[in-house]
Structure formats: C-alpha cells, structure tokens
C-alpha cells in the first residue's frame, strides 16, 4: 500500500522556466511534508518541508504547497537550473514519537540547458 | 562539522552469506535510522534506534536486524542473504525526529 505517491517518474523542463513535481499522499494522520534532493551516489539531501497548519512554504527558488482536502501537495522550482537535475522524493511523517518517514517512489527532474 | 558516515561504500556478497553496515551519526544526534532503497521501491524505512532503543520497525523480515551503541553508532546487519536484498543501504541520523535528519550517502551492497 502505496501511502506517498509520487506518479510521474520523471520531467524535463527547460533551464530558466518552472519545475512543478506533484505528490500525493493517502494517510490522513500524516502532518508534516517533506522533499528531498537526491543525486546518483550519494543520499538524499533536505530540500524544504511544510507542517499541516500551513499551505505554502518558500525558501528562495523552492517553494512547496499543500492542499490538504485533496491530499496533495507540489514543489515548485522557479526558475529551474541544470544542476536542479536530480532525483526528488515526497516524504511524509506523523508528529510525535513517530520517527518514520514515508516516501515515495521519486520524480527524475531532468532541466535542459 | 562532519557529516553522518557509512561504511563500507560498497559490498558484494553471495546468497547465503551475511552482512553487516555500519552508520556513524553527526555528533550528538541520538536517533538513527536506516532506509533501503531500490528501483521498483523507492525509499523505504527498516528501523529506528533511539538512545540504544529501537523505537520503530518497518515491514521487513526478521533476517533484517540492528542495534545502537552508547556511542550513538549504528549497525544493521542481514542474514541469509538473497538476490532481493541488493540496494542503497542509508542512515539517517537527527537530534530527536524526523525534521532534522540528515543521511549519509549508503552502503551499495549487491547479493550474487
């Protein structure tokens, strides 16, 4: 059972315009969101996060949404550079003692020069 | 200050055999924990260890296990290995939860 869900395997945009990588989620305890960076041989580095009690959160070129009627939540990235090029994965987590991050499967973002 | 460290950064081992992965965490977090990743899987989390304790366990068999030391160092090891069992082995590590974690770049372990 697939709780984060990430249906795109991969998008290529190109370099200046925006990247939008969508994500799902079927567990309505999650609370708290988060994306990760990922390039080949090496682990996942934090991106940007967004608790429940909010619908958006930006840092800089990354900006992330939450819709949490539609269990639903996007990373924006604009404007979108070649070395933005890499593996992202949703997470998601329940607040508390739960120390449990859910992923999934990852969007491949490639951005064209 | 250095970051959370993985050893070996590759492995191969037969069916049968048994292995162990070691995660060195930033120092002073005491949670550690360890996720596989693959392909068709994704991400996907095997346990975590809180101040020695295993605090959560994911869907995996029992040939997959682990332990915290006192030193806040982590091993996870698996038995009986199979085919299936080849991946990215990652560790993160945090203060306390999941906002703060920060992994090492895994074990790239394949079973022949």
């Known amino acids: 059972d697939q709780q984060v869900k990430q249906n795109s395997p991969s998008l290529s945009v190109q370099e200046g315009r925006i990247s939008i990588l969508n994500c799902d989620y079927t567990n309505s305890m999650f609370d708290y969101f988060l994306w990760y960076k990922k390039y080949p041989a090496e682990g996942p580095t934090f991106l940007i996060s967004?608790?429940?009690?909010?619908d958006k959160n930006e840092d800089g070129r990354f900006t992330v949404f939450l819709n949490k009627s539609a269990k639903h939540l996007s990373l924006h990235i604009v404007p979108s550079q070649p070395g933005d090029s890499a593996v992202y994965f949703c997470a998601a987590s329940v607040t508390g003692a739960n120390s449990k991050l859910t992923f999934g499967k990852g969007i491949t973002l490639s951005v064209r020069p | 200050k250095a970051g959370v460290t993985q050893t070996p950064r590759y492995l191969i081992k037969t069916r049968g055999q048994q292995v162990t992965l070691s995660c060195s965490p930033i120092?002073?977090?005491?949670?550690v924990s360890w996720y596989q990743q693959t392909p068709g899987q994704g991400l996907q989390f095997l346990f975590e260890?809180?101040?020695?304790?295993?605090?959560n366990k994911g869907n995996f068999p029992g040939r997959f296990s682990g332990r915290q030391f006192s030193n806040s160092r982590s091993e996870m090891n698996v038995s009986t290995l199979e085919l299936g069992d080849s991946a990215l082995y990652l560790c993160?590590?945090?203060?306390?939860?999941?906002?703060?974690?920060?992994f090492g770049s895994g074990t790239r372990l394949t079973v022949v």
């Open positions: 120092s002073g977090h005491r949670s």
């Open positions: 967004i608790s429940s009690i909010k």
């Open positions: 260890y809180f101040s020695e304790t295993q605090r």
């Open positions: 993160a590590s945090s203060l306390r939860d999941t906002y703060g974690y920060t």
